[in-house]
Every structure is written in C-alpha cells, then in structure tokens.
Nanobody, 118 residues
Framework: QVQLVESGGGLVQVGESLLLSCTASQNIDSIKSMAWYRQAPEKDRELVAALAPGSNPYYLDSVKGRFTISRDNARNTLYLQMNSLLPEDTATYYC????????????WGRGTQVTVSS
C-alpha cells in the first residue's frame, strides 16, 4: 500500500507563499489522479485541488488563481504551490491518490500544517 507523506507547511503571514510536497513511498506512475485536501479545526475536510489525466486541474473556487497543483512522477511527488495566502487558508493539508477506477489509495497521512497569520 502506497504511503504519502506531506511536507512544506509552516507559519506565514498574509500574502506570502508556501510550496507543499506530497512524496510517495513508491513509484506514482500507477496513481491516475491526485488531489490536495485541507481541514481546518472543527470543519470538514474539503477538496482544494485535483489533478487528473486528460483534463485541466480542478481548484476550489476560493483558491483559484492563487494555488497551483502539479506532479513530478520522476520524483514520486505531488506539489501544491500556494501564493497570496490568506488567513482562511489555515488548515492541515493532506494529499490523496486515486487508482484507475477512482478508488482512493491508502489512508490519510498526518498532513502538513499551514498557518496564515492576519
């Protein structure tokens, strides 16, 4: 079972940037789609961005124009470039992979904490 480890979070001020990474324990060529989720305290986990073959990336409306999702199969890594960060972006960020039939692969990891101060 593939393990995904998130990193790159931190404490930043409004308007600053972070690059989140999600590194897999094995080759990710077989992972058809990948996505970033986030969960703020006392809120549901929400889909932030997703990358699927043959289509444009999906972004939550509130992050469009600010976040960019990408993957580097050679490095077994999924990225989320986050620019112009806002306090409402504060959350724990998680990555997820999906197989050929849309099934989720593995389980949720620890995530990486992003805190944006106002």
């Amino acid at each position: 079972q593939v393990q995904l480890v998130e990193s790159g979070g931190g404490l930043v001020q409004v308007g600053e940037s972070l690059l989140l990474s999600c590194t897999a324990s094995q080759n990710i060529d077989s992972i058809k789609s990948m996505a970033w989720y986030r969960q703020a305290p006392e809120k549901d986990r929400e889909l932030v961005a997703a990358l699927a073959p043959g289509s444009n990336p999906y972004y939550l409306d509130s992050v469009k124009g600010r976040f960019t999702i990408s993957r580097d199969n050679a490095r077994n890594t999924l990225y989320l470039q986050m620019n112009s960060l806002l306090p409402e972006d504060t959350a724990t960020y998680y990555c997820k992979g999906y197989g050929e039939y849309g099934s989720a692969l593995g389980s949720w990891g620890r995530g990486t904490q992003v805190t944006v101060s106002s």
